[in-house]
């Protein structure tokens, strides 16, 4: 089935609540996921469809860390028809921290032939780290 890029973001939003597809599986063969903010110690760019699946893999038992709800997006129409911007946000509890938590994120995505070719993640670090229940870690890496 080809998707828009609307409906894209949409399956990357289930997936994020986790009632959707493998990440990896809404990429082309060579799609490339970027993270603008990576943190020191984290990949600046992933690329093709199977350094994304095993990179996602290989973080999968940080989701058992929360209870999110309500995750939403805004999708954002730019003038290229295969380009969308998207707002997701979610919130919930913290079992690292024993706290509820908000969290927000910007993707920039491209699709191509029903396929993520190109995926910008705009990701807050901190906010992540502090959620994660893993600041010091974060701290560690930044004085390395």
């Known amino acids: 089935m080809r998707r828009s890029p609307r409906e894209m973001i949409e399956e990357v939003r289930r997936m994020i609540a986790g009632d959707g597809p493998e990440f990896s599986s809404l990429f082309a063969t060579d799609g490339v996921v970027r993270y603008p903010f990576a943190p020191p110690g984290k990949p600046a760019e992933l690329r ?8 996602y893999r290989a973080g999968e038992s940080s989701k058992g860390l929360l209870d999110m709800a309500d995750v939403e997006v805004v999708v954002h129409q730019t003038d290229d028809p295969e380009v969308v911007m998207a707002e997701f946000s979610h919130h919930g509890w913290s079992h690292a921290t024993k706290a509820p938590y908000e ?12 396929r993520i070719v190109s995926y910008d993640d705009y990701i807050d670090s901190i906010a992540m780290a502090r959620m994660l229940g893993r600041t010091q870690e974060l701290a560690d890496a930044l004085t390395e």
């Open 48 to 55: 093709g469809r199977e350094a994304i699946r095993e990179y």
């Open 103 to 114: 969290f927000r994120a910007l993707a920039v995505v491209r699709v191509r032939d029903g």
